[in-house]
């Protein structure tokens, strides 16, 4: 697992973090954070786990593994966000700061990469198997008309229960799960054109295409504190008409990307109202708002507070103090 918060300046792989176990006290509500240890932690091989995505041991020195399909977003990944980043501070120095926030459409591009990479975070975080093969169980039964694609599955099916059982004892799933995910993963990441094109470009193109969906994306940016990076790598969540999902881009930005069904119950609530949905909806799918907030506090607890509660066993954070949780100093 690649732990991928960008820095504008120097090698992300050198820069160190602080790490933060998430535990509840008896009698208490509600998760409690208490740093880890006094030192901060190098981000590098933060998350990683060795063997988690190995399909084939060819040898000691020789693997087919996933990585190599999700190397082709990892390696943009530090440029997309850099380029992001200097975006926004372009809009920082160069405008007026706004309550509702400043413009920023001509991100689009961008910011479809960003979240190509964090849904990718989300899809192949171990922490979210059970998730995963709820909600795309149907793709792990899909296979690619490629010989080699195939070759890829059937390994994935017959992978010995002695080389997945530590893995599934580790996040609690089922030999069944832990393949179905692997399935899923494959048809998301395998590449399926000389170009590298895969079902995730599709999938992440869709909802800022879609004509029922209208797309908002809110940035945050802080001068003196730092969002937190929870250990499910992104904040999702959703109602009848929403789709969210929340991430960290820098040690000083996070992203709220919200996808509302246009022909959910809100909607429907105007059609009986007698409204025209139908050019209505038309006329706000092809609109995408994109704005930049500066130093919003508000916004900084609620990220960080939801990426307490969506968090496992760790949040990171490139600061001694995480703004709006309170730090227990004693083990619980």
């Known amino acids: 697992m690649a732990f991928n918060p960008a820095h504008v300046q120097g090698n992300s792989k050198n820069k160190k973090i602080y790490a933060y176990d998430i535990f509840e006290e008896p009698g208490q509500i509600g998760k409690r954070v208490r740093r880890k240890g006094s030192k901060a932690v190098k981000v590098d091989g933060v998350l990683a786990h060795g063997d988690l995505f190995t399909i084939l041991r060819l040898d000691d020195q020789l693997r087919v593994n996933f990585e190599s399909m999700f190397g082709r977003y990892e390696a943009n990944y530090l440029k997309v966000a850099s ?195 139908g050019s209505l909806t038309s006329a706000i799918s092809k609109k995408k708002c994109v704005k930049v907030f500066f130093n919003n506090m508000k916004a900084l607890t609620y990220y960080n507070i939801n990426c307490l509660r969506s968090s496992r066993k760790n949040l990171y954070s490139a600061s001694k103090d995480i703004y709006g949780l309170d730090i227990a100093q004693n083990a619980p």
């Open 83 to 277: 380029d992001f980043l200097a975006g926004v501070y372009h809009i920082k120095e160069s405008a007026w700061d706004k309550e509702d926030g400043i413009s920023a459409v001509h991100l689009i591009g961008l910011i479809k990469e960003l979240f190509k990479f964090k849904t990718m975070s989300w899809l192949r975080n171990p922490y979210r198997i059970k998730e995963i093969v709820n909600i795309f169980a149907p793709w792990s039964e899909m296979c690619i008309d490629s010989s080699d694609y195939f070759k890829l599955y059937r390994e994935i099916c017959t992978k010995r229960d002695s080389e997945i059982a530590y893995t599934c004892s580790l996040y609690g799933v089922t030999h069944r799960e832990y393949k179905s995910w692997l399935r899923i993963l494959l048809l998301f990441f395998y590449p399926v054109a000389e170009a590298g094109y895969s079902h995730l470009d599709d999938y992440v193109e869709q909802f800022f295409s879609a004509e029922d969906l209208c797309t908002n994306v809110h940035i945050y940016f802080y001068d003196s504190h730092s969002p937190v990076v929870p250990d499910c790598a992104v904040v999702t969540y959703s109602d009848k008409d929403d789709t969210s999902l929340i991430f960290n881009v820098s040690n000083n930005c996070f992203v709220l990307v919200n996808h509302r069904n246009l022909n959910g119950p809100k909607m429907n609530d105007l059609r009986l109202n007698g409204v025209d949905s």
